[in-house]
């Protein structure tokens, strides 16, 4: 929106629904989790500014809150009221301009988050450079997110993949997930703390995590036959998503069980949660799709393929 690449316009859609329904899966999530989920209104009323999930909680009821308004077009569209469409035309880019604010903030909060752990977190996660980590693995995250939903809901709904705007996204995701690996190894070589990797459970951990979740991926992708294969593209997607989601259990989960005076594995009714929360998004996205202009018509995706034959 912001650049205004043209090439990218087909899978904007698709990707604010998913974000969004991430997110309301999200604190939904956190609704049963917090134990109290009567108490989940707090920090709207309560403020703790010391507090960095004062901040998070925050981030997060805004925007989703921003990313409902940036959605709003195709429900708009679909009821064809044009004038509260043309107001939104006029307010969409700063509403993007604050979305990305937002994010940014909620994900380098969530690495700022374990920075209170030095004694408690294994070495080969804990760095005071985890905000930035954070950060930047949310990026290419989000990139290999749209390759996955686009590639996914283009078999699913028999439509064709928009093939230039997942390859582009596919090699943007190769140059952030290479400055993530730069960042991440230098530091935990310059700091020493690799030296601190055993065959261990958080080793094997760590190994499964950095090996077919970022480095495979980032060969896989700066390959352009790779690119231009949707099974290749999307299995390096996957790659990536799984990696991440092995990164962040390892951080607040895995790396803390060394030191832990006991173990924690999650009881049926937190995956059965889990599935369930995943089960309403993939309804959720088919529902919208099916009834909301959230896909671009088969004319345009018709033209496009022309264009390039």
């Not at 962040?248 to 060394?258: A, D, K, P, Y």
């Amino acid at each position: 929106y912001i650049f205004n690449l043209k090439r990218y316009h087909s899978v904007v859609r698709p990707a604010i629904l998913t974000a969004f329904l991430g997110y309301i899966m999200v604190a939904a999530g956190i609704f049963f989790d917090i134990g109290r989920p009567w108490t989940i209104w707090h920090p709207a009323v309560y403020w703790n500014f010391h507090s960095v999930m004062f901040e998070v909680a925050w981030c997060v009821m805004l925007y989703t809150s921003v990313l409902a308004l940036e959605f709003s077009p195709s429900l708009w569209e679909r009821l064809r009221w044009k004038k509260v469409l043309d107001l939104f035309r006029y307010i969409l880019i700063p509403l993007v301009i604050m979305g990305i604010i937002l994010s940014t903030l909620h994900q380098s909060s969530l690495g700022s988050l374990f920075l209170i752990t030095p004694n408690k977190l294994h070495p080969l996660w804990y760095t005071s450079l985890l905000p930035y980590l954070f950060f930047i693995s949310a990026i290419a995250l989000g990139m290999n997110m749209v390759i996955f939903e686009s590639i996914a809901s283009a078999r699913a709904f028999k439509r064709e993949i928009e093939r230039p705007a997942v390859a582009g996204l596919g090699l943007g995701a190769a140059w952030v997930l290479t400055l993530y690996a730069a960042v991440r190894f230098t530091d935990l070589i310059v700091s020493g703390r690799l030296a601190e990797f055993t065959f261990g459970w958080q080793g094997w951990s760590f190994l499964v995590e950095v090996v077919p979740g970022l480095l495979l991926p980032i060969v896989l992708l700066f390959q352009k036959r790779v690119r231009e294969s949707p099974g290749w593209l999307f299995t390096a997607a996957c790659l990536v998503v799984a990696g991440m989601i092995l990164n962040r259990l390892n951080v607040s989960i895995i790396g803390h069980s060394h030191t832990a005076q006991g173990t924690y594995f999650p009881s049926w009714m937190e995956f059965a949660l889990t599935a369930g929360l995943v089960a309403f998004g993939f309804l959720a996205f088919k529902l919208a799709v099916k009834y909301l202009p959230v896909l671009p018509p088969r004319e345009d995706v018709a033209v496009a393929v022309s264009r390039r034959g």
